[in-house]
């Protein structure tokens, strides 16, 4: 079946600009994770949903993110006025319910390059 | 606060060799213990995963890795590695028993693969 994809895989934007990062779960998949990473870094944790709820948004890096889903697929991760350092590659994982999840599925990544 | 060291940033092994990737962590209690996988171009691939009882742990592709408690230590080993064993190996931890956490990466082992 299909994996975790993300979309776009490569994203080029002018500083102070707003990017949408979008992710889609594998079907069925009730938890979602956002992470990122930085070149020569390991994974940050950002956010995770469980259905359509988000109870713990203190990963995010500052304001100027934020995270949505709609019902238990798709899922936007949105940074509003984007600074230089906000340039990682950005990744979504799911997993079949909160019980499993530490069995995570990585997608690919979107590269976010913000000059 | 948890974290996971990785002391080796590259790897280098020549094909048919023995490998260990080393990993450390820092936490209060035994934490949940993965190896991650990332080839280039991929998402991240759970190699094996850890959580109690036995301390040495078979996962896929041929890969183990022991939990030795004294040590705070999971490190990855393989027999004999492949040419397509060349990627990107994170071990990483999460908080037993559960916590709204995500998983905490270490900063990764770029391993390369000599023929």
Avoid: M
């Avoid at chain 2, 590259?10 to 993965?34: D, K, W």
């Amino acid at each position: 079946g299909a994996g975790v994809s993300q979309s776009p895989s490569n994203k080029v934007t002018e500083k102070g600009k707003d990017v949408e990062l979008r992710c889609d779960p594998i079907s069925g998949h009730t938890a979602l994770y956002w992470y990122r990473q930085r070149l020569g870094q390991g994974l940050e944790f950002l956010i995770y949903f469980q259905g359509n709820s988000a109870p713990d948004k203190s990963g995010l890096p500052s304001d100027r993110f934020s995270a949505e889903r709609t019902g238990e697929s798709v899922s936007t991760l949105t940074i509003q006025r984007t600074q230089q350092e906000d340039s990682a590659v950005y990744l979504c994982a799911s997993s079949s319910s909160w019980t499993y999840r530490y069995e995570q599925y990585f997608g690919p990544g979107t590269r976010l390059t913000v000059t | 606060a948890q974290s996971v060291t990785q002391p080796d940033i590259h790897i280098t092994v020549s094909e048919g060799a023995s490998l260990e990737l080393r990993c450390n962590y820092s936490y209060g209690a035994t934490p949940y213990l993965f190896w991650y996988v990332q080839s280039p171009g991929q998402g991240l691939q759970l190699l094996l995963k850890y959580f109690s009882g036995d301390t040495l742990v078979q996962g896929i592709k041929g890969f183990e890795a022991e939990f030795k408690r004294s040590q705070s230590s999971f490190n990855l080993r393989k027999p004999s590695v492949h040419w397509s064993d060349a990627a990107e190996y994170f071990c990483a931890v999460g908080p037993p028993g559960g916590g709204a956490d995500g998983l905490t990466f270490g900063k990764g082992t770029h391993l390369i693969i000599q023929p």
